[in-house]
């Protein structure tokens, strides 16, 4: 019988995707074990792309992880790769692992540093060796076109839909995505920059559309939301706008056309209003920096 490791991380898009270095980590240092992914279903798609699970099993939060109708019953390794507890470390505790990895039980939890760099150094303090750069999915061949990305998770990351379509008018050869929930937005969007309706492509992509059409992109501009990450992983020039939220906390690695705005102040990532420092963001900067990834 093979060996088990589950790794919990019921999370979103972008919160997966800074843990591929982690999870690449975990199957380096465990090559004799399957490895299962708790998380969303809904991110089954990237498990071939990111190559360090065998498997995943549908959990949303902090747990509980669910046993029947897995293949594990009682892993020997369980890794929160989640948060710091109490609830995600009672969910793998409940999984009654030979060993847990986690928060709360060994290291410190480190506040102020990128979530990249928290789930490696996790790893790390248990000796295990970890690569923070290795983020990558594969390369864009750029002949995609370009991606306005309006939505994210809370209003206090969301630039003005106005601004979005002055620069999306700005563009050659561009498309409007979003997830169900956002297609007002969306549609708001792609009609004040004067584009057809096939190009207004929100509630129209589920996640495997979404990572194909990233990995042809040309270029993403964005909030501080999943699509973000996937320019990242594809190396797609990015414009990233952010607001409550530091992109030292958050933003793609330096270098390599990414381009993160920041005003330079801090705030509620989950408050219901546009967060003043994202306001402080002009278009005009937004234009700048497109140039300055594509040229």
């Not at 019953?73 to 793998?92: C, F, M, T, W, Y």
């Not at 505790?93 to 410190?108: A, C, D, K, Q, V």
């Not at 928290?118 to 295990?128: A, D, K, P, T, V």
């Not at 992983?233 to 330096?254: E, N, Y």
């Amino acid at each position: 019988m093979a060996l088990e490791l589950l790794a919990l991380r019921g999370l979103g898009l972008g919160d997966l995707l800074t843990a591929v270095p982690a999870l690449r980590a975990l199957r380096q240092a465990f090559p004799g074990h399957r490895i299962t992914l708790a998380a969303p279903r809904a991110m089954e798609a990237l498990l071939p792309l990111i190559a360090a699970a065998d498997d995943l099993v549908d959990v949303s939060g902090p747990g509980p992880v669910p046993s029947e109708g897995t293949h594990f019953h009682r892993p020997d390794i369980a890794v929160n790769l989640h948060g710091k507890g109490p609830q995600s470390i009672e969910a793998l505790r409940r999984t009654e692992p030979g060993r847990l990895i986690s928060f709360g039980t060994g290291p410190p939890y480190p506040d102020g540093v990128h979530e990249v760099r928290r789930w490696c150094g996790l790893l790390e303090w248990h000796g295990i060796p970890t690569d923070p750069g290795d983020l990558t999915l594969g390369v864009s061949d750029r002949t995609g076109p370009a991606i306005v990305h309006p939505g994210a998770a809370y209003p206090a990351r969301r630039w003005p839909p106005e601004r979005f379509a002055e620069v999306a008018a700005e563009l050659d050869d561009v498309v409007v995505t979003g997830n169900a929930e956002e297609v007002p937005l969306a549609v708001r969007v792609a009609e004040l920059a004067g584009l057809p309706p096939e190009r207004m492509l929100a509630g129209r992509t589920g996640l495997a559309d979404l990572i194909d059409l990233v990995s042809r992109a040309r270029l993403v501009i964005c909030g501080d939301t999943g699509v973000a990450h996937l320019a990242t992983a594809f190396c797609v020039p990015s414009v990233v706008l952010f607001g409550p939220v530091s992109p030292a906390l958050w933003g793609p690695p330096p270098g390599w056309r990414h381009v993160a705005l920041w005003a330079g102040r801090n705030g509620d990532p989950h408050g219901l209003r546009p967060d003043p420092g994202l306001l402080k963001i002009e278009v005009s900067e937004v234009v700048d920096a497109v140039l300055e990834v594509t040229s």
